[in-house]
C-alpha cells in the first residue's frame, strides 16, 4: 500500500522539477541576449491539470470514441480474419474451401458473393443458406416446397428454364444451354418451361413479278416455325422425373400471331424421340399448345411400355375420339396412375374406348376428362367399368353434358364400388330424379368422401342429405386413421365366449 501511494507522488514532483528547470532555463537565455521589446502581456488560457486526476478525463475520451461505429479495440485484426478477407476475395481465381475447418467454412460461405460463376461454385458449394441468397436475389418469389425442399436445385431448375424459356432458334448458341449441363444435371429434377419463343421472321423482300425456275422465292426465304429441340438437353438431365410444356409466347402485346402458338409436326416428331429416351421420367404434361389427334398419337405411340411413366396430362388441347383411342391404349401397355384429358374435344366413342380399358385396368387411380362432351352414352359406359374396377379413387366429369341416365347408374356404382373416394359431376343436368337415384345409392356406400354436385339440377334436400352421408364417411374414415388396429383386415379371434367369431 505504500508503494502504491508514494509512487504518484514521485511522478508529480519529477514532473514539477522538470517544470522549474524549463522555467529557470528559460529565463536564463533571456537575460543572457538582453534586454527585450516589451509586448503586450497576453494571459495565457488555462492549461488543463495534469496529475493523478488525468486517468478520469482519459476514461471520458476513450467513452467518446468508443460511441464511433468504426472504432474497436482490436486495432490489428486476427490472422485468421485476414486469411478469411483474402479467401473470399480472391474465391473466383482460387477457391479454398473444403480445406478449411468447418467454423472457417461458414465464415466465408457467409461473405461469398452470390454472382459468382456456376463454374466456381456448382459443384463445390453445397450450403443451403448460400444458394438461398442467390435464389432470393434473382426470384423474388420462391416456393422451395415445389423443388423437394431444397434451394440449390430450385437455382438450377429455374435458372436452366429461363435460358430455354429465352432461347431463339437460329439466333441463340445452343451451347449457352448445353455448357450449362455438367454443373446443373445432378439437381434438375423437374423442367416447367411455359413459353417456347418460334425463330425470328426477316421481313420479307418485296416481290417484282420474276419467280425463278425452281417456285416461288418467298415460300423458299419462309423461315420454319420450329422450336428449341429438348432432344440433347433431356438426355443429359440423368434425374428428371417431371417435365411440364406449353408451346406458345407470353407478353407478346401488339406482336400477336396465331403462328406464335403453334406446336409443329417437327416439335411433335423432337418431343416425342425425347420423351420416350428417357426412361427416367414419370410426369409428362403438355398443355395449352393445340395438340390434336395426330400429334397426340405420335407423343402417346412414344409412351408405350415405358417403364417409369405415372402421370400423363394434355390438357386444354384439340384432342379427340382418335386421341382418345391412342390413350386408352397407352392404359393397357404402360403403368399410368394418373390421366388428365380435360378441356379437350373427347365424344361418346373416346369415352367409351377408355371405358374398356378401365374395366381391365389394375394401375389407374385418377381420370380426368372434365369439359368434354362424352354426353349420356358414354358416361354409361364409363360407370358400367367402374362396376368392375377395382383401383380408380377419383373421377372428374363436370361439364360433360351428362343427365338422370348416367346418374341412375353411377347410384349402382356406389353400391358396389369401395374404392371410389371422389367423385365430380358439377356442371351437368343430373336432375331431380337423377339426384335421388345418387342419394339412394350413397345410402349404402361407406368410402366416398367427396362428392361434387353443383350447378347440376340436383334438389336441394338431395344435396343436403348426399353431404350429410360425406360426413359420415368422413368421420369413419378419420376414425380409421387414427386406430387402425382397430379396422384390421377379417382375424379369426378365438375366445372362451365365441371360439369362432370372426371379427371385421
Not at 197 to 222: C, F, I, K, R, Y
Not at 268 to 296: E, N, P, Q, Y
Not at 425 to 433: E, F, K, P, R
Amino acid at each position: 500500500m505504500q508503494e502504491t501511494l508514494v509512487t504518484p507522488t514521485l511522478s508529480v514532483l519529477s514532473r514539477s522539477s522538470i517544470t522549474m528547470q524549463d522555467r529557470s532555463s528559460t529565463a536564463g537565455q533571456a537575460s543572457s541576449t538582453g534586454p527585450q521589446p516589451s509586448r503586450p502581456s497576453v494571459i495565457p488560457p488555462p492549461s488543463k491539470s495534469k496529475g493523478w486526476k488525468s486517468g478520469a478525463n482519459v476514461r471520458r475520451m476513450r467513452r467518446i470514441i468508443a460511441e464511433d461505429p468504426e472504432w474497436s479495440l482490436a486495432i490489428v485484426p486476427l490472422l485468421t480474419e485476414l486469411c478469411i478477407q483474402h479467401i473470399v476475395e480472391n474465391f473466383q481465381n482460387n477457391p479454398i474451401l473444403k480445406q478449411l475447418l468447418p467454423e472457417h467454412q461458414q465464415k466465408v460461405l457467409n461473405h461469398l458473393s452470390p454472382d459468382l460463376p456456376l463454374t466456381v461454385t456448382a459443384n463445390l458449394i453445397d450450403d443451403e443458406n448460400y444458394w438461398r441468397r442467390c435464389c432470393m436475389q434473382r426470384w423474388p418469389v420462391c416456393h422451395v416446397a415445389r423443388h423437394g425442399g431444397s434451394w440449390k436445385r430450385l437455382f438450377f431448375e429455374r435458372h436452366l428454364e429461363n435460358l430455354i424459356k429465352h432461347f431463339i432458334p437460329s439466333t441463340t448458341d445452343p451451347a449457352v444451354i448445353l455448357d450449362l449441363l455438367p454443373f446443373c444435371k445432378n439437381y434438375v429434377r423437374r423442367l416447367r418451361v411455359d413459353q417456347f419463343l418460334p425463330p425470328v421472321q426477316l421481313p420479307l423482300q418485296p416481290w417484282n413479278g420474276e419467280l425463278s425456275d425452281s417456285g416461288s422465292e418467298a415460300e423458299m426465304e419462309q423461315p420454319t416455325g420450329d422450336h428449341y429441340q429438348l432432344r440433347d438437353l433431356v438426355a443429359g438431365l440423368s434425374h428428371l422425373e417431371e417435365l411440364d410444356l406449353v408451346y406458345g409466347v407470353k407478353d407478346c402485346g401488339m406482336n400477336f400471331e396465331w403462328n406464335l402458338f403453334l406446336f409443329t409436326y417437327q416439335d411433335c416428331h423432337s418431343l416425342a424421340a425425347t420423351i420416350k429416351a428417357c426412361h427416367t421420367l414419370k410426369t409428362f404434361r403438355l398443355t395449352r399448345s393445340k395438340v390434336d389427334d395426330d400429334k397426340a398419337r405420335i407423343l402417346i405411340r412414344s409412351l408405350l411400355d415405358h417403364p417409369a411413366l405415372e402421370e400423363l396430362d394434355l390438357s386444354h388441347n384439340l384432342i379427340g375420339d382418335r386421341g382418345a383411342r391412342a390413350a386408352a391404349k397407352l392404359l393397357s401397355h404402360s403403368h399410368l396412375r394418373v390421366l388428365t384429358l380435360a378441356n379437350n374435344q373427347v365424344r361418346a366413342p373416346g369415352a367409351q374406348s377408355l371405358a374398356h380399358a378401365l374395366a381391365h385396368n389394375t394401375n389407374l387411380i385418377s381420370l380426368n376428362l372434365r369439359l368434354n362432351c362424352i354426353e349420356d352414352e358414354g358416361g354409361q359406359a364409363l360407370a358400367h367399368a367402374l362396376q368392375t374396377n377395382k383401383c380408380l379413387t377419383t373421377l372428374h366429369l363436370g361439364g360433360n353434358e351428362l343427365s338422370e341416365p348416367t346418374a341412375t347408374l353411377l347410384s349402382q356404382v356406389l353400391t358396389v364400388n369401395t374404392t371410389l373416394t371422389s367423385i365430380n359431376l358439377s356442371c351437368n343436368h343430373i336432375g331431380l330424379d337423377g339426384g335421388k337415384q345418387l342419394l339412394e345409392g350413397m345410402s349404402d356406400n361407406k368410402t366416398l368422401l367427396e362428392f361434387d354436385l353443383r350447378l347440376s339440377d340436383v334438389a336441394q334436400e338431395s344435396e343436403y342429405l348426399i353431404g350429410q352421408a360425406l360426413c359420415a364417411n368422413r368421420e369413419a374414415a378419420r376414425q380409421r386413421a387414427l386406430n387402425p388396429s382397430h379396422f384390421m383386415s377379417p382375424i379369426t379371434a378365438k375366445g372362451p365366449e365365441n371360439p369362432n367369431v370372426t371379427w371385421v
